[in-house]
């Protein structure tokens, strides 16, 4: 974290790079990109997606740093909305990856990779496996968990990232851990990956 940063909260950085300071936008960027890198591996089940989308979640943010106002000092709801967005674009091209990739293991033994590439394979089907289950869920349901189970942001923070009341976001949470006890038996848990972005925020210059 740059020590010139340290301690501005994200509304001000946003604010600085409104001004084409690109320096205040690169922070913001070391600040969430591996939290917005997660959540769009967990919500794809894909580690190179997730890169492309996480690409395009801050150039998007770079493109429309004038125009939006945040409505609280973290600006990471604000981006797992637009993630949410984009993922929704490729959804249908998603789907027929995860359908692919759960059935991975019966094609291909992780042994043949090196062990980052088997790590990261793993990872890859456990999430598919995951979201093949989640399936059985309303697409709005499969996002409130994701966003507040999995990103860990609050009631208020979801509302912003889902674009929802404060109250629909509780309820539909609510709904949602009912219909998976119901339909699934209990729980689940994203897995938690320590994998890093090693992007650069384009546009800075």
């Known amino acids: 974290m740059d020590r010139a940063h340290q301690g501005v909260p994200d509304s001000e950085l946003w604010r600085r790079a409104a001004g084409h300071d690109g320096t205040a936008f690169g922070e913001l960027f070391e600040r969430h990109a591996d939290a917005v890198y997660l959540h769009c591996f967990r919500r794809t089940a894909s580690w190179s997606t997730a890169e492309e989308l996480t690409s395009v979640v801050f150039l998007e943010a770079w493109r429309r740093r004038r125009a939006v106002r945040l409505d609280t000092d973290s600006i990471l709801p604000w981006l797992l909305a637009v993630a949410n967005n984009a993922i929704r674009n490729a959804d ?8 692919l990739l759960a059935k991975l293991p019966l094609l291909l033994n992780a042994d043949d990779f090196g062990d980052d590439a088997a790590d990261r394979l793993d990872d890859e089907r456990e999430m598919a496996r995951i979201l093949m289950l989640l399936g059985a869920l ?13 990103a860990g942001l ?10 929802l009341p404060v109250g629909t976001v509780r309820s539909r949470l609510s709904r949602a851990h009912e219909h998976i006890r119901e339909r699934l038996g209990g729980g689940i848990d994203s897995p938690h990956p320590a994998a890093p972005v090693s992007q650069t925020p384009e546009g800075e210059s």
């Open 92 to 99: 249908r091209s998603l789907r027929r990856h995860q359908r």
């Open 138 to 150: 309303r697409i709005e349901e499969q996002e409130v968990i994701a966003v507040c189970d999995w």
């Open 154 to 163: 609050s009631y208020t923070q979801a509302a912003t990232a889902l674009d």
